[in-house]
């Protein structure tokens, strides 16, 4: 089945230590995205990528990074510049957005 | 302003009953409409696209209304399981980006 597989559902993350979130895909979708939601609150986006090596700083990027080294495939480091990281951190992709995204189904980032 | 605009709610409505409500966007560039809907702790699903002629799917209607730059749902004979938050989403004049608003939380009440 196609899809997008997020990992790991629940991340832990030390003051000071970065940690990268796994996003995969196999819809063979060109672009990819990264968003952060806080309780209670929208979507807001971290990075975007429309193609292979290349990606575009979304509304919030301080303090994360990504890569698109491969199509199926858009890591998002959240580093220790990011002060506030705890939140549910949501990967999609799409072929056009007259489609829509589709979502993986999220991880969760607490720092302890 | 905001370039996506809902009611955040909670909308408390009764088991059975009717509801509805809108959405206005700023871009009057915007191609594309939909529905997405999220429940607690899980990530946002497609409900439906909204077309300018509108469309229906079951219980769910949705409508574009260009010129007042708005999109609406309504949702007939609502049941226990319609509970969660409806996001608003438009794109953003490209093929890339989406727009999202911050979401209306449902609750149905038995």
């Known amino acids: 089945d196609g899809g997008i597989t997020q990992s790991p559902k629940y991340l832990f993350r030390k003051e000071g230590q970065n940690v990268t979130l796994s996003c995969e895909q196999n819809?063979?979708?060109?672009?990819m995205y990264w968003y952060r939601q806080d309780p209670g609150q929208g979507l807001r986006l971290i990075y975007y990528?429309?193609?292979?090596?290349?990606?575009q700083k979304g509304d919030i990027a301080e303090g994360y990074s990504v890569s698109r080294e491969k199509k199926e495939s858009f890591p998002l480091t959240v580093t220790s510049a990011q002060k506030n990281p705890t939140a549910f951190y949501l990967c999609a992709s799409s072929i056009d957005t007259e489609y829509g995204y589709t979502f993986g189904s999220g991880t969760r980032l607490t720092v302890v | 302003r905001k370039e996506v605009e809902q009611d955040p709610g909670p909308f408390n409505v009764p088991e059975g009953a009717t509801v509805a409500f809108n959405c206005t966007y700023s871009n009057s560039a915007s191609q594309s409409f939909f529905w997405y809907r999220q429940d607690c702790r899980k990530e946002p699903k497609l409900l439906m696209s909204?077309?300018?002629?509108?469309n229906e799917d079951g219980r769910f209607t949705a409508q574009l209304n260009r010129a007042s730059q708005y999109i609406s749902l309504l949702i007939r004979d609502s049941k226990l399981s319609d509970s969660a938050t409806y996001l608003c989403?438009?794109?953003?004049?490209?093929?890339?980006?989406?727009?999202w608003g911050a979401g209306t939380k449902l609750i149905i009440k038995p």
């Open positions: 990528s429309q193609i292979v090596n290349d990606f």
């Open positions: 819809l063979n979708h060109d672009a």
């Open positions: 989403v438009v794109n953003s004049g490209s093929n890339y980006q989406l727009i």
């Open positions: 909204v077309y300018s002629s509108g």
